[in-house]
Each structure stands twice: as structure tokens, then as C-alpha cells.
């Protein structure tokens, strides 16, 4: 009985010491996994990027002398502070444990080479690349990921809109921007507003009258943030009805270059369509981005100056320094009250 349990004991011990080499084993190896990179090609170095989905188009990004551009849309520059932000997130993940490593859980989870959801290629200028295939998702901006030549199948911190397939996700919104402070000056129709030794007017403003700045930098915001929605093309069309201009308005830089900006109604809608005369793109606009300059009025933009009245603060001081009237009278009368005997 005594030496059945000695080994009953013997055994267990033997036991705890497997279990906890595996724990340790399995911490370590999952360290080691958790600083395993998704991606291995060098993203500085990457010059095209596609992304596919199936039935339909397969957009392109490609770097051009320093330059993000849209080949397949105009050649319009993309947005860098994006590609960065959303390709960087990408090359910053670091992978654990895989969920699969099956043919058939590729299949399962859409990442498989002939069954995908999207599909992103990476080409570096030393030809070396990488794919990485997106599928389903498993949870809350969660999605399956594997990189093709691999079977390991991952649940990555990553949501498949931020792959988008259209290039108007992709577009540079900061491209019609200015420097507010190089405006010189603001031709509107009825209105022009110029910037002398740092200080704005408006074109026939009286000396009785001042900006009001907040109209003014309201008017700065509006015309140096110009917004579009969509980029047309290069080319005029007869829908643009160019020649039909609903409002045009000019921008002076501090070195005397002059930017014109025409307005057109974009045939059979409530857009608009703006040429600006320094790049060779139309842009469709909004109406309500069409409302916000056609809202802007001369009669906001400037005010009466408050008028001092200087007869009212000298009566004010000559007050100040006489006793009041009353309150003398008062005390006169008190002392010639008889005094009671």
C-alpha cells in the first residue's frame, strides 16, 4: 500500500513539473510569436501598391519622383498622411498564435489565393514584394489575414474600409488648400478685399467704417479651404457648361500670382463644377460648398466704427467733481434749524 502511493506521488510530481515546462515553454514561444511582423517587405522602399477586389476594378497607388499618385484616376495625387497612417498600421502589426493553418480554413475565412475578400500587393523598386490577403471578420474591426507562400491564418487589428478599392477614398482633400497667410488679396464680384502692411480692407471702405474680424476670417477659412467631392478629369465636357459661369471669384498670392476660380452648374444636378485656373483638373462641388461662398456679403464684412461723444465725458467729469445740488441744500437747511433750548 506504502509503496503505491509512493508512486502515486512520484507521479504527480512528474506530472506538475510537465505542465508547468509547458506553460513556460508555451509563454515563451508565444513571446516570440507576438514579435513575429505581418509584413517583412520595407515599406520605405515600396513604389506600388494594388488593391483587388473581386468583380471589381483594381485600384493602384504609385509612388512618382517622391510622389503618391492614382494612375487610374487622372493621375491625382493621393493622400500621403493616409497611405501612412493606414499602410503604417499595417507594418506596425505584429502577430501571435495563428487561428489556422489549413487549406481549408483559407477557404472558410476568404483567404485563400483563389477566394479572397481583398487581395493587397506591395512592390518594392528593388522588384521584391509581398501579398496579403484579407477575408472575414471575426469581430469588431477585426479581420482574417494571411500573407500568400504562407498557410498561417491571423485575426489582425484591421478593418477591410480601410482597404478601400475606390480611388475618390484615396484623393489628397487638402489639394485645393492655401496658406491663408500669403493671400494678398480676395476678388469677389462686388468685393475685394486686399491685405496692406499685414492689414486687410475692403475696396471703398469709408474711415467710419471697420472689418468685423470674425466675418473676416470666416471669409479666409472659406476661400483658402476649398472642398471638393469628386475629381472629373482633365477634359471639358458639354455637362460642365463652362461657359455658363455662376460665380467666379480670385485669389492674389504675395508675389502678385493671380488664381482664378469659375463655378458652372453641373448639368441636370444641384452640383457645381469648379476649374481652377492653376491646375488642370475639374472638381465637382456641393451645393452647400457653393452656398457657403455665395453667402458671403459685403454688408457682414464691415461695420460702422463706434462714435465717441466727447461733450458726454467732459459733463461725466465736471459731475464727478461737483457735489450734488440736492445733498447741499440738505445740509444748509439742517443748519439753520433753531437749536432747542
Known amino acids: 500500500m506504502k509503496e503505491k502511493i509512493n508512486i502515486l506521488v512520484i507521479a504527480f510530481v512528474i506530472q506538475m513539473c510537465l505542465t508547468i515546462g509547458l506553460v513556460y515553454s508555451g509563454s515563451d514561444a508565444n513571446d516570440n510569436a507576438s514579435n513575429k511582423k505581418l509584413l517583412t517587405v520595407d515599406y520605405d522602399t515600396v513604389s506600388k501598391i494594388s488593391i483587388e477586389q473581386p468583380e471589381k476594378s483594381t485600384l493602384v497607388l504609385e509612388k512618382r519622383e517622391g510622389r503618391w499618385i492614382l494612375p487610374g484616376y487622372f493621375d491625382f495625387p493621393a493622400s500621403k498622411s493616409k497611405l501612412d497612417r493606414i499602410m503604417g ?39 521584391s514584394q509581398q501579398t496579403l490577403l484579407l477575408g472575414t471578420s471575426p469581430g469588431f474591426k477585426k479581420i482574417h489575414a494571411r500573407v500568400s507562400g504562407e498557410t498561417k491564418v491571423y485575426a489582425i487589428a484591421f478593418s477591410a474600409y480601410e482597404a478601400s478599392e475606390k480611388p475618390v477614398d484615396w484623393v489628397d482633400r487638402g489639394y485645393l488648400h492655401l496658406d491663408r497667410s500669403d493671400v494678398a488679396a480676395i476678388e469677389l464680384p462686388n468685393l475685394i478685399v486686399s491685405k496692406k502692411d499685414k492689414q486687410f480692407s475692403v475696396e471703398g471702405m469709408k474711415d467710419s467704417e471697420e472689418l468685423v474680424d470674425q466675418e473676416l476670417q470666416s471669409l479666409l477659412s472659406t476661400v483658402t479651404s476649398l472642398s471638393f467631392d469628386e475629381v472629373l478629369g482633365r477634359k471639358n465636357k458639354p455637362e460642365y457648361q463652362s461657359e455658363t459661369v455662376e460665380l467666379e471669384l480670385a485669389l492674389l498670392d504675395q508675389s502678385g500670382n493671380r488664381t482664378s476660380y469659375r463655378f458652372a452648374k453641373l448639368k441636370d444636378t444641384e452640383d457645381f463644377v469648379l476649374k481652377v485656373s492653376s491646375h488642370p483638373y475639374y472638381f465637382r462641388v456641393t451645393k452647400m460648398s457653393m452656398d457657403a461662398l455665395q453667402k458671403i456679403d459685403r454688408n457682414k464684412l464691415i461695420k460702422s466704427k463706434a462714435v465717441e461723444n466727447p461733450d458726454s465725458e467732459d459733463k461725466q467729469s465736471v459731475d464727478a467733481e461737483s457735489p450734488p445740488v440736492k445733498a447741499a441744500d440738505e445740509f444748509n437747511n439742517v443748519q439753520s434749524l433753531p437749536v432747542k433750548q
Open 89 to 127: 498600421k499595417l507594418y506596425d502589426l505584429s502577430v501571435g498564435w495563428p487561428v489556422a493553418t489549413t487549406k481549408t480554413a483559407q477557404k472558410r475565412f476568404k483567404v485563400a489565393d483563389e477566394a479572397f475578400e481583398r487581395k493587397l500587393q506591395f512592390m518594392a523598386s528593388d522588384e
